[in-house]
């Protein structure tokens, strides 16, 4: 788990493009929308593409996104829950 | 009857240079224009994330901006008016081949919200408070006739105080900015000829 926790905050720099943020500075429980990493709704939408192309994780529903993407834990609790790859 | 405007600053971006009013204000050895702009970006101090997200006709519009819109112009009413040719077809080609393999299907929306011009004059609105006029236009070249004609008719109809033009092209990595402010006010006098002189510097 704590590997998948890693590899989720280096590829949301990489694929959201956070200049001058580190996965250092994300901690597990922080916020990634609102004032967490400030994330907007552009962000969210790769977020989803990304669940798609590297885990195999179809959202079907978008307002599942909003607990889902709460923050490194919830999303890395989703992902071993449901990837298909 | 239609009174006179003037230019009152221009920049020009190219060559991985910047210029205010002719004056060369930065220059850098840069592999590539995002890595020019990320240099221009830290050298005018600015902070502003959303930066690195933008596509690069947006980065050097927005680049352009910074260096002739100052505070007294946020929330106030400046229109913006843009032109280039290659519109947005540098990101309409990237979006393109990131689609075009059927089988590794991801169409990228960060992406795809960069695939037209005029989403450079939302940028630059968005950091500068502005809720005024705007227009994209796109032309074989340079057209100081109408960029000078429309932007007088809109200070001379009182639709905006002053006027932020902009020649921002880019494709494949060949790009040129060139920014000028007009309003009612300065000492160089807005016609074409004025215009085709200080794009041509």
């Known amino acids: ?85 | 009857m239609q009174n006179d405007n003037y230019i009152t600053a221009t920049c020009r971006i190219h060559n991985n240079e910047m210029f205010v009013d002719g004056q060369s204000i930065f220059k850098t050895q840069a592999a590539d224009f995002a890595e020019f702009s990320k240099k221009a970006y830290q050298h005018l101090g600015i902070s502003y994330p959303k930066f690195f997200k933008m596509d690069n006709l947006s980065k050097l519009a927005f680049l352009g901006a910074e260096l002739l819109l100052k505070p007294e112009h946020h929330q106030s009413n400046t229109a913006l008016v843009f032109a280039n040719k290659s519109s947005s077809l540098d990101t309409d080609v990237k979006y393109q081949q990131s689609i075009a393999d059927k089988g590794n299907y991801f169409p990228s929306p960060a992406v795809f919200v960069y695939t037209l011009p005029n989403i450079c004059v939302g940028e630059i609105s968005i950091r500068h408070q502005l809720k005024s006029e705007n227009s994209f236009f796109i032309f074989d070249a340079f057209n100081a006739n109408l960029m000078c004609s429309y932007a007088n008719l809109l200070i001379d109809t009182q639709k905006a105080h002053a006027v932020l033009c902009g020649w921002i092209e880019y494709f494949n990595e060949d790009y040129r900015a060139f920014l000028y402010l007009v309003s009612p006010n300065g000492n160089t006098i807005h016609n074409k000829q004025s215009l085709e002189t200080a794009y041509n510097q």
């Open chain 1, 1 to 85: 788990m704590e590997a998948l926790k890693q590899e989720l905050k280096v590829k949301i720099i990489e694929v959201l493009n956070l200049e001058d943020v580190s996965a250092a500075d994300i901690n597990d429980n922080d916020a990634l929308f609102g004032d967490g990493l400030g994330l907007d709704s552009i962000d969210a939408l790769e977020l989803i593409v990304m669940l798609d192309k590297d885990y195999g994780i179809k959202l079907t529903d978008p307002k599942e996104g909003k607990n889902i993407f709460a923050s490194i834990n919830t999303m890395a609790d989703y992902i071993t829950a449901n990837r298909t790859k």
